[in-house]
């Protein structure tokens, strides 16, 4: 016959396990937001960014060494 005490350990276990998992889906839950924050504030830094900058023009000097994949036209409006 299975003892008292063992019950209570195995209930225990399962109980453990049951409040590590949680804790474990809380963590992912608040890294995910974080990251989310994250790439929202990129986003609105990146529009105040081209909401500030519209129209104007960038002289890229010659030396440095940009791709033209990395450049980019902007819509101006006409005067």
């Known amino acids: 016959m299975i003892k008292f005490k063992t019950i209570l350990i195995v209930i225990g276990a399962f109980v453990l396990l049951r409040f590590l998992g949680q804790l474990m889906k809380a963590r ?20 105040e960014f ?17 791709d033209e994949s990395d450049v980019e036209d902007t819509s101006h409006k006409e005067i």
């Not at 992912?28 to 529009?47: M, T």
């Not at 081209?50 to 940009?66: C, H, L, R, S, Y």
């Open 28 to 47: 992912r839950a608040v890294h995910e937001q974080e990251q989310q924050k994250k790439k929202d504030r990129a986003v609105q830094k990146r529009k």
């Open 50 to 66: 081209i909401k500030k900058n519209e129209g104007k023009i960038f002289v890229i000097p010659k030396d440095t060494a940009i």
